[in-house]
């Protein structure tokens, strides 16, 4: 692993399966995906069967609700004793220290070009008073940590699905990396579709002293240099995942001596970066559906302790079965910069707390009939994206989407952590 102290990252040693892996049965989508959904986790361990797949080494957040702690238990005994032996057989291939150029597909989105890199994790906080370099863009549930430290610090390896994002209209980083490796014709170390319909995925490893990964590093530094606030990466995805590997850092360090704390391999967190302007990554708002109240008393009750008017700062609405006859709330004085953040303090001031967040406007206006009110709220432009969070530090939580659920990254790369 090459460390590079000034943009908070390094070239690590990255485990893929060695050729002959079916690689369509290996990988796996992210563990927090489908959970109302227990038809894709079964088909996808059907699929699996007893071949060598990631499915073997994550915990999908599926089960968590409907197994015992005894149950689950046996699970992550099952993750570590599968990760021994697939280290210790014929499943993994340790390739150089060096990156990984991806290059995702799906039926909505013909590319989505990521680049995959070790994250150190003593640059990276999601405290929004923290002017770190790598920074949460939402708010993060402390309890949602400690089950995801105790899977991370069960297994030898960790599988990333966590997504950052950088500030690069330009193109500068990835895909400039990308069109030095296809000028090169540079052979995939893996090209395979992905299970159930989700696309088709292919990387190229670009070994650490390669000129192109050289133009990685500069190029890196060059928008840390350019950004004016030290910051370099934001998460879109994963959050919780990389506070949890932090969370586990943290409690490993301790034990350490002060000269093997630097490249310890748990410092470390394997992320896919994209970059935010890349035209394969939706940027979707989510929706708010406020159970226990109509669409009318709603509106009524915002206009009550709100100022509104057409020459208002902000705006979101209040839908009805009828799209004719979506209310627009047109709020004065907001109290937040975003409309997203102003629905939330509304809703809580009004002490309505029973509140779900919904991806789709289809789904929203299907489920907000009758006593549940649905919310239609703007989204963030991927332009201001960056520069809303240096200046208000996170967004409220459930704000945004990275594109639909079967678009999200798939377990497929491994590092060891140990």
């Keep these: 692993m090459k460390i590079y102290d000034k943009i908070g990252c390094a070239a690590p040693e990255i485990l893929i399966p060695r050729e002959g892996i079916d690689l369509e049965k290996w990988a796996v989508i992210a563990c927090d995906q489908f959970t109302s959904e227990p038809e894709f986790w079964t088909k996808a361990d059907e699929m ?15 089960y968590l609700p409907v197994e015992t702690a005894e149950q689950q238990e046996a699970r992550l005994k099952d993750i570590k004793e599968t990760a021994e032996r697939y280290l210790s057989g014929d499943v993994f291939r340790k390739l150089p220290a060096g990156f990984i150029l991806t290059d995702r597909s799906t ?5 989505r070009k990521g ?13 929004p008073e923290d002017k770190a370099l790598v920074r949460a863009t939402e708010g993060t549930v402390l309890e949602r940590i400690p089950p995801r430290v105790k899977i991370r610090s069960n297994s030898p390896v960790e599988l990333p699905h966590v997504m950052l994002l950088i500030d690069d209209p330009e193109g500068t980083v990835i895909e400039n990396a990308w069109n030095k490796a296809n000028a090169r014709n540079i052979a995939p170390v893996y090209d395979t579709d992905l299970m159930q319909g989700c696309g088709h995925i292919k990387g190229v490893f670009v070994p650490d002293e390669d000129e192109i990964a050289e133009g990685i590093r500069t190029s890196l530094e060059k928008l840390l240099d350019n950004s004016g606030d030290n910051l370099l990466f934001l998460v879109g995805d994963g959050n919780h995942s990389l506070a949890s590997a932090k969370a586990y850092w943290e409690s490993v360090r301790e034990t350490l001596p002060e000269d093997q704390r630097r490249d310890h391999p748990a410092r470390f967190a394997l992320t896919e970066v994209v970059n935010i302007h890349d035209k394969g990554l939706d940027f979707e708002p989510i929706y708010r559906l406020v159970s226990g109240i109509s669409r009318g008393d709603l509106v009524n009750a915002i206009r009550d302790i709100y100022e509104t008017g057409d020459d ?5 609405t209040v839908i009805d079965d009828n799209k004719d006859n979506d209310e627009i709330i047109k709020l004065k004085n907001p109290p937040h910069s975003l409309a997203v953040g102003s629905c939330d303090m509304i809703l809580k ?8 967040y919904i991806h789709g406007e289809d789904s929203l206006r299907s489920l907000a009939k009758g006593s549940n009110a649905g919310v239609l709220l703007p989204g963030i432009s991927k332009d201001t994206f960056f520069a809303t969070v240096a200046m208000d530090g996170i967004f409220p939580r459930k704000t945004f989407s990275m594109g639909e659920a079967f678009e999200k990254r798939f377990y497929l790369e491994a590092r060891l952590i140990r």
């Design 48 to 62: 699996a069967g007893t071949d060598p797949s990631a499915l073997r080494l994550i915990l999908p957040e599926y």
């Design 107 to 111: 039926s909505l989105h013909p590319s």
């Design 115 to 127: 680049l995959m890199i070790a994250i150190d994790l003593e640059a990276y906080s999601f405290r």
């Design 312 to 316: 208002a700062e902000q705006s979101f």
């Design 349 to 356: 001031a009004l002490e309505l707390n029973d509140v779900d």
